[in-house]
């Protein structure tokens, strides 16, 4: 278009061109080089100034052969768990001087694999990833690469990677136990999708082996509106269930959504237990009685034992983070469950 600016962005040869020097003093000044002199310092950034030049991160990570950056790979932006532990993370990892770049695997090893080939393209210095299961091609590639890795939201200690995260059993075998303790003998287990998802597979082996608890089992996709439906088919008629245990709060919160839609009271009819504490279960009516999971304080820690492995080689030794039993406000069981109700 005529009359149109030009807006070529400045390159390092226009700088040395305008400042009288070569582009090698240029590329020094701008990577702080003590061997520049003041008076050629001064007037290479003065060309830098007048020209708006912004040195190329790819031109510095060639210069000084690091990019600075890590990736986090992790099941999916749609939930509140991931969200926060990606919000610690990132704040983390920039207190070191390091930037994050993040993508997504819906749970799929093969994809996975093909966003880590991705990352390492681009020159990610390390990795954050979700659990301990992953695919040979991926970890192949961390072999090959020597790239540091950090597995989290899973505690293993004998896994090859370093863990930082929580033992899953135990934090569902912690909702499993408030529940024994009011006398539900008949609970309904809601989960997500298993195949591919450690997680999930380690927290329904805490119902292995419990032959005075009778559990339905219910697998669904991780919405509220799955686990809507789900309660309101289950408890429309009489079915001895007492007590719903979500294995995450997106379906606990979609349960108790289902209830009150039937007119059943929770916790006084039903009572309903979740796992991960998202912020929005404090603020249900009642209050939603849940599992904590300290995402945060998994974001803040996987980011020091990542940068630390980064910048110092110093490979980070397994963490376990401690869950809790948030608002344990569940109701006694009643003797023969809902059907008290009809």
């Known amino acids: 278009m005529a009359g149109a ?8 040869r226009d700088v040395a061109q305008m400042a009288g020097v070569s582009a090698a003093t240029v590329s020094r000044v701008v990577n702080a080089n003590a061997l520049v002199s003041e008076g050629t310092r001064v007037r290479v950034q003065a060309a830098i100034d007048a020209l708006h030049f912004v040195p190329s991160a790819a031109a510095r990570s060639i210069n000084s052969g690091r990019t600075h950056v890590v990736g986090a790979l992790v099941p999916t932006l749609d939930n509140a768990i991931f969200s926060r532990f990606l919000d610690a993370l990132e704040e983390g990892l920039a207190g070191h001087g390091l930037s994050l770049v993040v993508a997504t695997t819906k749970d ?88 591919g998802n450690d997680r999930t597979r380690a927290r329904l082996r805490a119902f292995r082996n419990d032959s005075q608890v009778e559990f339905r089992f219910c697998a669904m996709p991780l919405d509220v ?41 929770v916790p006084g009819e039903v009572s309903v237990v979740g796992i991960d504490d998202l912020p929005s279960s404090a603020a249900t009516t009642p209050a939603l009685t849940t599992v904590r999971l300290p995402v945060r304080e998994m974001g803040q820690r996987a980011a020091t034992a990542l940068a630390n492995w980064v910048e110092d080689g110093m490979r980070p030794s397994p963490e376990r983070l401690e869950t809790k039993v948030m608002r344990p406000s569940c109701s006694l069981a009643p003797v023969v469950g809902n059907l008290l109700r009809r």
């Open 5 to 12: 600016p030009d807006r070529k962005r400045a390159t390092l």
């Open 108 to 195: 799929d090893p093969d994809r996975e694999a093909e966003r880590a080939r991705g990352f390492v393209d681009i020159g990610v210095e390390g990795l954050i990833v979700s659990g301990v299961t992953h695919s040979p091609v991926l970890d192949a590639l961390i072999e090959k690469r020597e790239l540091p890795v950090v597995a989290t939201s899973y505690f293993d200690p004998s896994y090859h990677l370093p863990t930082v995260g929580y033992d899953n059993e135990s934090a569902a075998r912690s909702a499993l136990g408030l529940l024994r303790e009011t006398g539900h003998q008949v609970i309904a287990v809601y989960h997500g999708p298993s195949a």
């Open 225 to 265: 509106l799955a686990a809507s439906n789900a309660a309101r088919r289950d408890f429309a008629e009489p079915s001895g269930i007492t007590a719903v245990l979500a294995l995450s709060d997106v379906l606990a919160q979609g349960a108790l959504f289902g209830l009150q839609t039937l007119g059943i009271s």
